[in-house]
């Protein structure tokens, strides 16, 4: 029986409120007129401001990984060196990309462990036109340090691509301030739009240095040439209801305001860590002084004494939906979600279920401190 | 003053209607999930009727191009030779994907005019991996002769890619019978789904031959391999909400039957040109024994004595949205649509506006005998 009521506590997608549905669900208008071009205006003017740039926003009818291959394939030619980064799931899509449109410098680490700056430091000094790396892991939910890196690919004359897929709109994100020469976003994860579309910006540098043999649809002189049009438009048809329901998500970040949105997007996550603390669930990422736990998302090991299915699947049936790991994490670490326009006591319900499970599995003795140490961080 | 009531008669975007928006509307859910993989499977089997094959359909988040550049991309590599036919502006779309991905041959001709079937075959016997054509020209409204494409391509061994953007679910379109190898069709054309979604299918000898270095977010080996997953997946995170809707019109395109559908949209098209007919006005396209009218929009010459701008700006007004020209063809001629789910009296307030546009400049003596001429195919 599906009463379509499942609370979504998984790093995107996240639960769309009523009224980006009901924006998404106007009736139909072309793409080529003054409505959309409106509609496209705003959302980028809105995005610039939560990318931290001045720098031009394209938004792709596509995934996040539409635009993870834009700016490689936009920027790497067949002969070019590009180092990508790789400590989960998406910097591994990175270096996969990466492959097929160049010669892949890859810097490989286990999943949820920090990266190794002087590593980096190395491979730049070898000469590369560009560095990619992941600002949120949302696989192994920590987040690199990307401004170091930034001031690596500066010192040694890179490009740098940084995939903020997972923190633009739920955490900070400085992409003029620290150097960034193309960062990209998912609708579906911190704006808590619907899944669908995607948001690139590109510097001036990077614009001069595109390679002339680019992929067609991901093609970004395309977007700037199309966006540059009055009325604006996509250089291909865009996914009209998408725009529309971005925009009126993207009204809500500004209504609630950056800091606040980043604040409880922090506590959030601070919320499960500290019941975790308490429920004996260890963390699975391991920090240093670079890194540190995501905000928006938060991993786990599953406990000794339970599986995967019977955590996550008892959770689903008091209507609860977390995450699984991915790849080889998979039945090893389960997530939680703390990410777009989730409340306080969406997280206390959300814990709530994980104690009353490890509370039937006899992992736990009582019921509520779990709860107790969340509501502490939300306060 | 936008009440949010214009009535599309462009070639898509079409209206949707409320059942399919509501559909779209439903509260998130997640992506690798029964409820999705049973949404997708549905989707897929539909679509395969429509398409007449037995071969798999996948459905990529993106506009018709990505499945254009899919199937060229995946295909083609730099040495590889790809024949693209161009009578439009969707054909030059081949030429130019062709181009970045290996060596287009490029057989040209005036937008709106027929095809060279001698020329095909002599540039086919110079030997070609593939060859690239559109069935429904949209831009110039002509219907190109596809079957008999096919047969070329069989007699020198080349694969043979279908651009059925336009035609699925509104004309014939036999995948298996023509014998295509690749083809591809848009959402929001003539199932009447919104624009974003954009269904491919591809036979066994295309699977063969597909090379190495393929686009990564349009990669078909990858849409196979999570399409056979189960829950059935896409490969990266799909526009959730417009598979929902698709479905919902997949559904009503099954309700009303596809001889139904096609005798409806073939109507909708005659009745246009039957009204241009009374009223002196030209149709575009100059068509032959194997070329035909298209089903799903009408291509017309912009009468002497009106303006583009006054001819679509004055219907407009009216509430009825209609297309120009495109590129060069833009200023020239007007389109309209008859696409989707529109109804015989959809096409008569068009007719009835048009004519009260031509009445107001002048340009016709009487109003409503293009209502009358429309009329009488819409019986």
Tied chains: 1, 2.
Excluded at 64 to 76: K, P, Q
Excluded at 210 to 237: F, H, I
Excluded at 334 to 350: L, P
């Amino acid at each position: 029986m599906n009463l379509e009521n499942t609370l979504l506590m998984i790093p995107g997608p996240v639960p769309i409120v009523p009224r980006v549905q009901r924006a998404m669900s106007k009736p139909m208008f072309g793409h080529r007129g003054e409505e959309f071009g409106t509609i496209y205006d705003e959302c980028r003017e809105i995005l610039a401001q939560l990318f931290g740039t001045n720098n031009e926003i394209f938004i792709i009818s596509g995934s996040g990984t539409a635009s993870i291959e834009a700016a490689i394939g936009n920027l790497i030619g067949k002969d070019d060196t590009i180092v990508t980064i790789e400590n989960g799931k998406f910097g591994e899509r990175l270096c996969d990309i990466g492959d097929r449109y160049g010669r892949a410098v890859k810097l490989q680490y286990e999943w949820g462990t920090p990266i190794d700056l002087d590593a980096v430091d190395n491979a730049l000094e070898q000469g590369a036109k560009a560095i990619a790396m992941v600002h949120n892991e949302t696989s192994a939910a920590i987040r690199n340090p990307v401004e170091k890196v930034a001031e690596l690919a500066k010192k040694h004359g890179a490009l740098f691509i940084m995939d903020a897929i997972t923190t633009v709109g739920g955490d900070t994100v400085l992409v003029d301030e620290w150097g960034v020469d193309i960062a990209f976003m998912g609708s579906q994860k911190c704006i808590a739009a619907p899944p669908g579309l995607s948001a690139i910006t590109v510097s001036d540098a990077a614009w001069d240095a595109m390679v002339d043999n680019r992929p067609y649809y991901l093609d970004l002189k395309a977007y700037r040439k199309s966006g540059s049009n009055n009325p604006s438009q996509t250089p291909y048809t865009p996914g009209v209801p998408l725009f529309s329901a971005m925009l009126e998500a993207l009204r809500i970040v500004q209504e609630e305001g950056m800091e606040k949105r980043k604040h409880r997007h922090s506590q959030g996550a601070a919320a499960v860590r500290a019941a975790a603390g308490v429920l004996g669930i260890e963390l699975f990422p391991t920090i240093d002084q670079y890194h540190s736990y995501s905000n928006t998302v938060t991993a786990m090991n599953i406990p000794q004494g339970i599986t995967d299915k019977q955590l996550r699947g008892e959770m689903l049936d008091m209507n609860i939906q977390i995450s699984g790991g991915q790849a080889h994490l998979k039945g090893k670490i389960f997530r939680i979600g703390s990410m777009g326009n989730f409340t306080a006591t969406d997280m206390i319900t959300t814990i709530c279920a994980l104690e009353l499970v490890l509370h039937r599995h006899g992992l736990i003795d009582n019921i509520g401190e779990g709860v107790e140490a969340a509501y502490k961080e939300l306060e």
